[in-house]
């Protein structure tokens, strides 16, 4: 069992940027392939970004430029920054975990991120 805390969202001018983090519990993180996705209102969820265990990595065209995603195995923490942010970013942001399955199996609660003047 994996357990993710995400934390670092909140309220966000267009243009600016913040980082999302997200906590892992257990001593096998660095075998997971790891991802983050969002929800925005009305809208069906969508993958953001990923990274193997290996370390490879892939966006979303949308964010493509803008996010990066990374992550730290020694932390067991996973990163997303967000950079020239855009209202169309406005979302709640899910980390979510694929213990090799191919499909996340664990899912964190979400932190809102609001990009608004």
């Known amino acids: 069992q994996v357990q993710l805390v995400e934390s670092g969202g909140g309220l966000v001018q267009p243009g600016g940027s913040l980082r999302l983090s997200c906590a892992a519990s257990?001593?096998?993180?660095?075998?997971?392939?790891m991802s983050w996705y969002r929800r925005a209102p009305g809208k069906e969820r969508e993958l953001v970004a990923g990274?193997?265990?290996?370390?490879?990595?892939d966006y979303a065209g949308s964010v493509k430029g803008r996010f990066t995603i990374s992550r730290d195995n020694a932390k067991n923490t996973v990163y997303l920054q967000m950079n020239r942010l855009e209202p169309e970013d406005t979302a709640v942001y899910y980390c979510?975990?694929?213990?090799?399955?191919?499909?996340?199996?664990?899912w964190g609660q979400g932190t809102q991120v609001t990009v608004s003047s």
């Open positions: 990274i193997t265990s290996g370390g490879r990595t």
């Open positions: 979510a975990a694929d213990s090799g399955r191919g499909v996340p199996n664990f």
């Open positions: 257990g001593r096998i993180f660095s075998i997971y392939d």
